[in-house]
């Protein structure tokens, strides 16, 4: 069990990276107001294809943001689901008892 939480820990975090990734590479829709792609037709089809790269990016942002969250809900799934929560100082030794402070 504690390398499936492991394993979700992980896709977790590598698709939060990829959603913050994706996002910072997308432009906004005013960027590209006063930009052209070049004359003549289909010249804005670059590595992405004729749909273009914002089809491409906001497919793949919505896919991590999916996947994301559907880790997000796993975790929470798996800890409300758990005998354990929390930290567990049951079986801690003292090495020393503590001392009471003394009374006047």
Not at 7 to 14: C, G, K, L, S, T
Not at 26 to 49: E, I, M, N, P, R
Request: proline letters at 2%; a positive charge.
């Amino acid at each position: 069990m504690e390398a499936f939480k492991t394993a979700i820990w992980i896709v977790n975090i590598f698709s939060a990276l990829c959603v913050i990734l994706l996002v910072l590479m997308q432009h906004g829709k005013g960027a590209d107001a006063g930009a052209t792609f070049g004359s003549g037709s289909g010249s804005a089809q670059g590595v992405f294809g004729s749909s273009g790269n914002a089809n491409f990016l906001s497919r793949a942002t919505a896919i991590a943001a999916t996947v994301f969250f559907a880790t997000c809900l796993a975790m929470v799934y798996i800890h409300s689901h758990s005998n354990k929560h929390g930290l567990d100082f049951s079986n801690v030794q003292q090495s020393q008892p503590a001392e009471l402070p003394k009374q006047k």
